[in-house]
Nanobody, 121 residues
């Protein structure tokens, strides 16, 4: 059973930085798309950034220039470097693996449990 576990969240002051990680367990051969999403109370989960197997990235307008998504294919690990954090970035951040081939077959929309990011003075 493939599982994703996020880590690296915490509380920081505005302008601070955090680096989130998403580690996968299980046997994974490839992942077509990896992404980060976030959700705040009363709002729908929203896309933050994605990265394809070829390295193409896509960012929400609200985080462009501040966040950087990357992946380590050898470790099947996803990262999100967050700089210049703002209070509006506060949310639970979730990682997602899409179009993944594993020892158990093809998987899509595999979610982690989430990690809390709080930005406040």
């Amino acid at each position: 059973q493939v599982q994703l576990v996020e880590s690296g969240g915490g509380s920081v002051q505005p302008g601070g930085s955090l680096r989130l990680s998403c580690a996968a367990s299980g046997t994974i051969f490839s992942v077509g798309v990896m992404g980060w999403y976030r959700q705040t109370p009363g709002k729908e989960r929203e896309l933050v950034a994605t990265i394809s197997s070829g390295g193409s990235t896509n960012y929400a307008d609200s985080v462009k220039g501040r966040f950087t998504i990357s992946r380590d294919n050898a470790k099947n690990t996803l990262y999100l470097q967050m700089n210049g954090l703002k209070p509006e970035d506060s949310a639970v951040y979730y990682c997602n693996f899409g179009a993944a081939t594993t020892a158990e077959g093809w998987w899509d929309h595999v979610w982690g449990q989430g990690t809390q990011v709080t930005v406040s003075s």
